[in-house]
C-alpha cells in the first residue's frame, strides 16, 4: 500500500506559483502518480499524471524524482479559483488498492 | 472524454427507504468502477471496489448488505442504500477506471449528497 503524505494545508496569493509536494515512500514498480483537485460538494478532477521525470500539462507540472519517493504538484500563477482541496494518488492497479490521503488544502489570497 | 456521470445529484428520503445511486461512464468502458464517501471537511473513504460481471470487493468496515453495488455492464454500477439511516447520510461518488490503459486512472462523477431524514 503506498501511502500518501501531503502538507494539511497551503497558503498562497494570486499570481503566484505553488508547489505542492506529497510523499510516497512504499511506491510500488507499476504505480502512477495522479493529482487531483476537488470543490466542495464536487467529485475530484483529474489534474495530472506521471511515472518519473516530469509531466506538464495545460494547467500543471508534475515533478517526480529519480527514487520515485515523493512527487511535486507545480501550478503556476494561481488565481482565486485555484482554492480547493488537491491529492495525490498512487495506486496498485493490479490490487486495486486505491485509497486517499488527507489532501492539501490550498487557499489563494488576493 | 473521460465523463463519468452520477445520478441522482441528491436525494432526499426517509428513515428505513432505499437508495439507489448510478454511475455511468459515458465515453469509456470500464470494467472497474469504485464507490467512496466523503463526510464534511474530511477525505474520501473507498468503500468499495466494483467489478464488471463479478461480486465487489468491500472495504474493511463497509457492511456489504446495506451497501449493494451491481456492476452489469461496462458503463453502469449502482450503489445501493438499504434501509437507509441518518448516519448514512454523506456525499457518495463513484470513480471509473478507463480500461486499455497502463496508468490507473480514475476518472470521477460529480456525487450524489444523500440526506436521510
Known amino acids: 500500500l503506498a501511502k500518501t503524505t501531503q502538507p494539511i494545508s497551503m497558503d498562497s496569493y494570486e499570481g503566484q506559483e505553488v508547489n505542492i509536494t506529497c510523499s510516497h515512500n512504499?511506491?510500488?514498480?507499476?504505480?502512477?502518480i495522479t493529482w487531483y483537485q476537488q470543490f466542495p460538494s464536487q467529485g475530484p478532477r483529474f489534474i495530472i499524471q506521471g511515472y518519473k521525470t516530469k509531466v506538464t500539462n495545460e494547467v500543471a507540472s508534475l515533478f517526480i524524482p529519480a527514487d520515485r519517493k515523493s512527487s511535486t504538484l507545480s501550478l503556476p500563477r494561481v488565481s482565486l479559483s485555484d482554492t480547493a482541496v488537491y491529492y495525490c494518488l498512487v495506486g496498485e492497479k493490479v490490487n486495486n488498492d486505491m485509497r486517499f490521503g488527507a489532501g492539501t488544502r490550498l487557499t489563494v489570497k488576493p | 472524454g473521460a465523463v463519468v456521470s452520477q445520478h441522482p445529484s441528491r436525494v432526499i428520503c426517509k428513515s428505513g427507504t432505499s437508495v439507489k445511486i448510478e454511475c455511468r461512464s459515458l465515453?469509456?468502458?470500464?470494467?472497474?468502477m469504485f464507490w467512496y464517501r466523503q463526510f464534511p471537511k474530511q477525505s474520501l473513504m473507498l468503500m468499495a471496489t466494483?467489478?464488471?460481471?463479478?461480486?465487489?470487493?468491500?472495504e474493511q468496515g463497509v457492511e456489504k448488505d446495506k451497501f449493494l453495488i451491481n456492476h452489469a455492464s461496462l458503463t453502469l454500477s449502482t450503489l445501493t442504500v438499504t434501509s437507509a439511516h441518518p448516519e448514512d447520510s454523506s456525499f457518495y461518488i463513484c470513480?471509473?477506471?478507463?480500461?486499455?490503459?497502463?496508468?490507473?486512472?480514475?476518472?470521477f462523477g460529480p456525487g450524489t449528497r444523500l440526506t436521510v431524514l
Open positions: 466494483s467489478n464488471e460481471g463479478s461480486k465487489a470487493t468491500y
Open positions: 470513480s471509473a477506471r478507463e480500461d486499455g490503459l497502463a496508468a490507473d486512472t480514475q476518472y
Open positions: 512504499n511506491i510500488a514498480t507499476n504505480d502512477y
Open positions: 465515453d469509456f468502458q470500464a470494467t472497474t
